[in-house]
T-cell receptor, first 109, second 118 residues
């Protein structure tokens, strides 16, 4: 079992819809969780961090964390074509980040 | 968020030469920096963790004598690809951990260096 799992996609959503990206992790002692966005040919960009159970909202983005289920998700409201990218989930281990392989999101105009 | 720079952004070199890539944290001190490699359409692969003032910790399968890492100050880490070969052609990305407030740290990436070895 991979330490951090994401569906590789592509996940296609129409413009204006809600995109839902999911991530599960295997290490129960993980404390910090992050979502990064990576455009093709570019490096990852941090968009959200979440540390406690529940929801955290920042603009059109909402991160949701459920430590009991070892599940973290990212919702993107009012999706725009510019949101089309690969979204990486990251979980902190003992000292380093463990990244998922990413979910490719396509927002269709 | 915090800013991490990386230089050069792109380099083309001949097989057998060495290439040095610099990673700098511009507005914070980073005791820990990370070096990743990413091949086209693949995920990030952690190569090594660089700690200021001590030897880097390399991931399994990464040759420490080929990928030399130096973290001489709290704002600068360098990766030197020695005797580069075409199979070393990849996108190399550094990141730095911002200690943040209250012990919660976030990791910020540099813009990456695209290495092409002819």
């Amino acid at each position: 079992q991979k330490e951090v799992e994401q569906n590789s996609g592509p996940l296609s959503v129409p413009e204006g819809a809600i995109a839902s990206l999911n991530c599960t992790y295997s290490d129960r002692v993980s404390q910090s969780f992050f979502w990064y966005r990576q455009y093709s040919g570019k490096s990852p960009e941090l968009i959200m961090s979440i540390y406690s159970n529940g929801d955290k909202e920042d603009g059109r983005f909402t991160a949701q964390l459920n430590k009991a289920s070892q599940y973290v998700s990212l919702l993107i409201r009012d999706s725009q074509p510019s949101d089309s990218a690969t979204y990486l989930c990251a979980v902190t281990g003992t000292y380093k980040y463990i990244f998922g392989t990413g979910t490719r999101l396509k927002v269709l105009a | 968020g915090a800013v991490v720079s990386q230089h050069p952004s792109r380099v083309i070199c001949k097989s057998g030469t060495s290439v040095k890539i610099e990673c700098r944290s511009l507005d914070f001190q980073a005791t820990t920096m990370f070096w990743y490699r990413q091949f086209p359409k693949q995920s990030l692969m952690l190569m090594a963790t660089s700690n200021e003032g001590s030897k880097a910790t390399y991931e399994q399968g990464v040759e420490k004598d080929k990928f030399l890492i130096n973290h001489a100050s709290l704002t600068l880490s360098t990766l030197t690809v020695t005797s580069a070969h075409p199979e070393d052609s990849s996108f190399y990305i550094c990141s730095a951990r911002d200690p943040g407030i209250g012990g919660v740290s976030e990791q910020f990436f540099g813009p990456g260096t695209r290495l092409t070895v002819l």
